[in-house]
């Protein structure tokens, strides 16, 4: 009869002794390796990693004059940005490590419960073999997981706290450190008096317009088209279709392009309209507020209404028929029909796409940039925004054109709080999640 193993409390500090002790020593075996070199990159990097990133730096670049030369040299100092990175990456290996603790820790209790209850206690080969049989999915979800940690979370990591820092055009690396600031640059950004924060309320202002217009007109517009194109007596309804999804097929940047040459003071627009005698001056659709506002809605429904006429296409083709043959008998009128059969039953399917189309046009770059670029420019705004600015061309502007990297994270990350409260508010509050069993007309 085997003895009954007991689980060493030094197992809880030495990784893999009890799989060591249930006989699975390759498992084991790499547990220890792998806190053994957890426990070497801690003393030969990790420390100098999490100081570094407390301090972010304490000796700056300058020039020191050499006796023996009789010039200055260039003394190389602290780089902030790679402090702050070597922290944020020190961090997600401590916490990797922790992960990898708590698999020590659960395999090797398991393992010595097997043993004790006469189990089989699988090999380090039968487990790798299970890998590519039983546990395929923990093999598939390993590299998305290890690709959404490197390439997701630690870059979304290190945005967050460069928000604290006042790393900006001022405290640029290697040549100047920058330095945690606590909640300053949010102070700044939305209740001081400075121009940052006069520019930030009115730019927030117009970035949720944009968004409310181009996510409405867009939705009702796409299923007007599709409740066109798919009534009876419209002949050809493949080729109208196709017609509509061609601007799909293009990309968008490329038609809005053309769509500001053709809107400028000489476009074709503008010159036609002159020719023909219906205006004396160029009409001032990229260089006024107002009118750039309304041509990049309008600029935007070009590109976004084929993509609602599809998905309303397909929910139309799924509405039971004899619901309208009833409300015909019952004599309701089209539109009668439209607000109690039809739009009820797409409101509920697409209230998902709906609020996944107000977060993307809260975040959409393409339309302003590439039609206005956030122009026409104002002195009053803070350092080139525009008129036409959203929340994230101007984050972009506040990186490529005046380097404010700090004012610019504090502004995706506000960006991340609308979104996020938004979608969880109008989700939940939502027949689609309140009915999921089905609709009810």
């Not at 870059?155 to 330095?179: E, K, R």
């Not at 929910?315 to 029909?337: H, Q, V």
């Amino acid at each position: 009869m085997k003895k009954e193993l007991r689980r060493n409390p030094i197992g809880y500090i030495c990784m893999g002794l009890w799989n060591i002790q249930a006989g699975q020593i390759t498992k084991g075996l790499l547990f220890l390796a792998s806190e053994i070199a957890f426990i070497l990159f801690v003393i030969f990097k990790g420390v100098d990693s999490i100081i570094g990133l407390i301090t972010l730096g304490t000796n700056q670049q300058g020039m020191v004059f050499n006796e023996e030369t009789g010039i200055y040299d260039r003394v190389d100092g602290d780089n902030s940005m790679l402090l702050l990175l070597g922290g944020v990456i020190t961090l997600f290996v401590i916490a990797l490590f922790i992960i990898a603790w708590w698999l020590s820790v659960k395999s090797g209790k398991d393992a010595v419960e097997r043993y004790n209850l006469g189990k089989k206690v699988e090999s380090f080969k039968d487990e790798i073999k299970a890998l590519f049989d039983r546990d395929v999915h923990k093999l598939l979800l390993f590299i998305p997981l290890l690709g959404l940690l490197i390439f997701t979370v630690m870059p979304l990591v290190y945005m967050i706290l460069m928000a604290f820092t006042n790393y900006d055009v001022n405290h640029q690396p290697p040549g100047n450190l920058f330095d945690w600031v606590g909640l300053d640059n949010f102070k700044t950004l939305l209740g001081s008096t400075e121009k940052l924060s006069q520019t930030f309320w009115p730019i927030l202002g117009w970035t949720l317009i944009w968004a409310i217009f181009a996510t409405f007109t867009n939705y009702f517009g796409g299923i007007f088209l599709a409740i066109l194109i798919n009534k009876k007596g419209i002949k050809f309804k493949k080729v109208w279709r196709t017609i509509f999804v061609l601007t799909i097929a293009i990309p968008s940047f490329v038609s809005l392009l053309v769509v500001r040459t053709m809107l400028n003071k000489n476009g074709v627009i503008n010159t036609q309209l002159i020719n023909m005698g219906f205006i004396t001056s160029p009409l001032p659709f990229l260089t006024d507020a107002t009118w750039a506002r309304v041509t990049v809605i309008v600029a935007n429904m070009w590109v976004g209404i084929p993509y609602t006429m599809l998905i309303a296409t397909g929910i139309l083709t799924n509405i039971p028929a004899d619901l309208y043959e009833s409300a015909r008998i019952d004599g309701a009128s089209p539109f009668k029909m439209f607000t109690k059969i039809t739009f009820p039953y797409m409101w509920f399917i697409t209230t998902p796409y709906l609020i996944s189309n107000f977060i993307s046009n809260v975040n959409n770059f393409n339309p302003i940039y590439f039609l206005t670029q956030g122009g026409p420019l104002t002195l009053e705004y803070f350092k080139g925004a525009g008129k036409t600015d959203l929340l994230v061309t101007w984050l972009y502007k506040l990186t490529k054109d005046s380097m404010d990297y700090n004012y610019a994270a504090a502004i995706g990350i506000v960006i991340f709080i609308i979104s996020a409260s938004t979608s969880i508010f109008v989700y939940t509050r939502s027949n689609a999640f309140k009915n999921e069993e089905g609709l009810q007309l």
